[in-house]
């Protein structure tokens, strides 16, 4: 290496030197300070047991129909397919930023052939280069490192949210076919009633031409029984939506439809029910569990990497590089020293003479932050406030199911009398049809609170987080 090439390499170091100490006079802005999750109690106030809920909470219902139908959900649901693809970008994202940390490499290669003006038909000249270059940004600053925590942060926010999807596609697998279950059943006792009812307008205009009954009568029982009629289709049109939000949440094609409506209603079945008390958790769990949380939280620390980005550019960015060119003219002369060249040497890249414009991303970077950070706040309030509502609701309509068992044994009771009275002349059937109509109201509301009770046991879980990590999520959908 020559004495000149020396001098010179030591005045552009020097120069770097200079600018460095200036960069270092830079004044940084205070970061914003990422706050805590609302203070949450010990106990959810619903009175839920504290006990860990369990990742695959479908199976308390013990409804082998409902567990395929689930899993089969996540396998074969397009939503979750989108979101496999986002966490994959993000991946590839984060693989990217960690190239980043480290040298990169690149080439270049060309050859030329040509016969020069006034030279001999068989003279040809060839010339041939070849380039090899190699940079390293010096992470001085720790710009590198934090774009590379940003992507980590971004991976997992893609991750947790596919994990919401599929929260949500269990929880309204799981709706549709409890809706399903409570159309089934209210249709049941719809054509159970309207079966008695139709007995009993027989029985009465027998009466009638026995002299027994009045046209009164007839038309009393006639209405009753035609107003029980007109709800069955209603029903009816609530078991079709529910196998249609069915055959969408499975992705089965329109051709099977049919096939998974049959399959479905062969043997209709009872409306699931939880086996045992359902056990919550408690508030703290709910931070760590739910993926709207986990996704808003993770979203934070990106933006506070973000951040750091920004600040970075306060000061220079060094990189090194490092070039070899090879030039080789005529095929097969040797390659002498004049044929290869090289260079070396940081460089340094510095907003350093205006420093306004990276001041202002960085109040724009804080100001994104700042609202990230409220959003992540008002989501873990949401959360809170969802569980707890999801579980109130749900001892509320557990508190009337007693109830409502009880007044359908009386009304039951209040039928048998009434028939009994009617037959011995007491009463007259006007009193048999309110004993009929109170019983119809009183299986429809029991049938119609089952149902209820199961599906604010599903939005129960589905506040609570559902599914808790991707490994769980994976043997889902494997079967």
């Given at each position: 290496?020559?004495?000149?090439?020396?001098?010179?390499?030591?005045?552009l170091?020097?120069?770097?030197?200079?600018?460095?100490?200036?960069?270092?006079?830079?004044?940084?802005p205070?970061r914003?300070?990422?706050?805590?999750?609302?203070?949450?109690?010990?106990a959810?106030?619903?009175?839920?047991?504290?006990?860990p809920?369990?990742?695959?909470?479908?199976?308390?219902?013990?409804?082998p129909?409902?567990?395929?139908l689930?899993?089969?959900t996540?396998?074969a649901?397009?939503?979750?397919r989108?979101a496999?693809?986002?966490?994959?970008?993000?991946?590839?994202?984060?693989?990217?930023?960690?190239?980043?940390?480290?040298?990169?490499?690149?080439?270049r290669?060309?050859?030329?052939?040509?016969?020069?003006?006034?030279?001999?038909a068989?003279?040809?000249?060839?010339s041939?280069t070849?380039?090899?270059?190699?940079?390293?940004?010096?992470?001085?600053?720790?710009?590198?490192?934090?774009?590379?925590?940003?992507?980590?942060?971004?991976?997992a926010?893609?991750?947790e949210?596919?994990?919401?999807?599929?929260?949500?596609?269990?929880?309204?697998?799981?709706?549709?076919?409890?809706?399903?279950?409570?159309?089934?059943?209210?249709?049941?006792?719809?054509?159970?009633n309207?079966q008695?009812?139709?007995?009993?307008?027989?029985?009465?205009?027998?009466?009638f031409?026995?002299?027994?009954?009045?046209?009164?009568?007839?038309?009393?029982?006639?209405?009753?029984?035609?107003?029980?009629?007109?709800s069955l289709?209603?029903?009816?049109?609530d078991?079709?939506?529910?196998?249609?939000?069915?055959a969408?949440?499975?992705?089965?094609?329109?051709?099977s439809?049919?096939?998974?409506?049959?399959?479905?209603?062969?043997?209709p079945?009872?409306?699931p029910?939880?086996?045992?008390?359902?056990?919550?958790?408690?508030?703290e769990d709910?931070?760590?569990?739910?993926?709207?949380?986990?996704?808003?939280?993770?979203?934070?620390?990106?933006?506070?990497a973000?951040?750091?980005?920004?600040r970075?550019?306060?000061?220079?960015?060094?990189?090194?590089?490092?070039?070899?060119?090879?030039?080789?003219?005529?095929t097969?002369?040797?390659?002498?020293?004049?044929s290869?060249?090289f260079?070396?040497?940081?460089?340094?890249?510095w907003?350093?003479?205006?420093?306004?414009?990276?001041?202002?991303n960085?109040?724009a970077?804080?100001?994104r932050?700042?609202?990230?950070?409220?959003?992540?706040?008002?989501t873990?309030?949401?959360?809170l406030?969802?569980?707890?509502?999801?579980?109130?609701?749900?001892?509320?309509?557990?508190?009337r199911?007693a109830?409502?068992e009880?007044?359908?044994?009386s009304?039951r009771?209040?039928l048998?009398?009434?028939?009994l009275?009617?037959?011995?002349?007491?009463?007259?059937?006007?009193?048999?049809?309110?004993?009929?109509?109170?019983?119809?109201?009183?299986?429809?509301r029991?049938?119609?609170?089952?149902?209820?009770?199961?599906?604010?046991?599903?939005?129960?879980?589905?506040?609570?987080?559902?599914?808790?990590?991707?490994?769980?999520?994976?043997?889902?959908r494997?079967?």
């Open positions: 290496m020559s004495e000149k090439w020396v001098s010179r390499y030591a005045r170091s020097g120069g770097a030197v200079v600018v460095l100490m200036i960069a270092g006079c830079a004044s940084v205070d914003p300070v990422a706050e805590a999750a609302p203070a949450v109690g010990d959810f106030r619903a009175g839920a047991s504290s006990d809920v369990s990742s695959e909470w479908w199976a308390g219902f013990s409804d129909v409902l567990a395929s689930v899993n089969t996540l396998q649901s397009p939503a979750l989108g496999d693809f986002s966490v994959a970008e993000a991946e590839a994202a984060l693989r990217l930023a960690l190239l980043g940390a480290s040298p990169t490499a690149s080439t290669a060309g050859i030329t052939a040509g016969r020069p003006t006034g030279t001999s068989d003279r040809l000249n060839v041939a070849g380039t090899l270059a190699a940079s390293w940004e010096f992470d001085a600053f720790g710009r590198i490192a934090a774009l590379v925590e940003a992507a980590r942060y971004d991976a926010t893609a991750r949210l596919r994990r919401d999807i599929a929260v949500t596609l269990a929880s309204e697998t799981a709706l549709a076919y409890i809706n399903l279950r409570g159309a089934e059943a209210r249709l049941e006792v719809g054509r159970r309207a008695t009812q139709v007995e009993g307008l027989e029985l009465v205009r027998t009466l031409d026995n002299g027994r009954a009045t046209q009164l009568d007839i038309e009393q029982a006639e209405t009753l029984y035609r107003t029980t009629l007109a289709p209603v029903y009816e049109a078991r079709e939506a529910a196998i249609s939000r069915l969408a949440l499975t992705a089965a094609p329109a051709s439809a049919d096939a998974l409506l049959q399959q479905l209603t062969a043997s079945g009872l409306i029910a939880l086996e045992a008390p359902m056990t919550a958790g408690t508030p709910l931070l760590r569990r739910r993926p709207d949380i986990r996704a808003a939280e993770a979203q934070v620390g990106a933006a506070l973000l951040g750091e980005v920004a970075a550019d306060l000061f220079p960015r060094i990189t090194l590089n490092a070039n070899l060119l090879g030039l080789v003219r005529n097969g002369v040797a390659v002498s020293d004049e290869l060249g260079d070396f040497g940081p460089a340094i890249t907003a350093g003479p205006d420093l306004r414009g990276v001041y202002a960085i109040d970077t804080d100001a932050t700042g609202q990230i950070i409220a959003n992540y706040q008002s873990v309030l949401d959360a406030a969802d569980a707890e509502t999801a579980l109130t609701d749900l001892a509320s309509e557990n508190r199911t109830d409502l009880a007044a359908l044994a009304a009771r209040a048998d009398l009434a028939r009275r009617y037959r011995e002349g007491l009463d007259s059937y006007l009193n048999v049809l309110d004993a009929q109509r109170s019983l119809l109201d009183a299986e429809d029991l049938a119609v609170n089952r149902a209820e009770t199961a599906r604010r046991a599903v939005r129960a879980y589905r506040s609570l987080g559902g599914i808790w990590t991707d490994e769980e999520l994976a043997a889902y494997a079967g």
